[in-house]
């Protein structure tokens, strides 16, 4: 599969955004979604499936700890698309286990404790979403940080067996700020904030005008753990 999709990557690297979405789209039909996080790229991504194909699969993963300025955004895409993104939880038997074993404020005290929050909240939530798909669609960009300069448009996810279409992954910062200007999509009002990337509420901060997209992330720990696990490359 791995080769397969490096052949699709060749071939469809060089075609825009909206091209490729068109094929895929096309082609997968139910088997396909967008994951969501109401970021300003998944808004840019979710303007563009639902104009090609309203009845596309868009989800989100609520940790239980998002910030309230994502479920305005939530609120506000759902009315201006007439859609319902649809939103997968956490297992409730695992959010007790994490809280008895690490608190409230656990992914503070080290590494170990954050992953097996992001863990618990957001990759077994994420599993079950990607369960029976063959495509899942990205919002990934290659300048966000350090642990995605690699990415490609298509990769193989041996972890969730899928293909991951990632459309904007050549996209500069003011190619999705144009967009999304020019087309009127909501976007999440922290972003005016000095937010340009935003997870959960407690593990997320605003960051000054020209620091890395990603800092405001995990902002405790070192650059090459910051990623909550959704998007780890496996190396062979
Ligand atoms: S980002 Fe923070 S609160 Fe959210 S799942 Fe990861 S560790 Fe937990």
Known sequence: MREKVQKLNTEFKHLDAKDVLEHFLKLYIDKIALSSSFGAEDQ??????????ANTQIFTLDTGRL??????VMSRTNLKYKTKIRVYFPDCRDVERLYHKQG??????????RKECCYVRKIAPLKRALNGLEVWITGLRAEQSPTREETEMLE?????G????????????SDVWSYIRENGV???SLHNEGYPSIGCEP???????????RSGRWWWESPEHKECGLHI????
């Open 233 to 236: 490359k496996e190396t062979n």
């Open 44 to 53: 840019v991504l979710t303007d563009m499936i639902l104009k090609i194909d």
């Open 67 to 72: 910030p309230q300025q994502t479920y305005d």
């Open 203 to 213: 593990c997320t901060r605003a960051v000054q005008a020209g620091a890395d997209l």
């Open 162 to 173: 899928v293909i991951k279409l990632n459309p904007l992954i050549s996209w500069s910062e």
């Open 186 to 188: 909501p976007y999440n």
């Open 156 to 160: 193989w996810d041996e972890s969730n």
């Open 104 to 113: 409230a404020n656990g992914f503070y005290d080290s590494v170990e404790n």
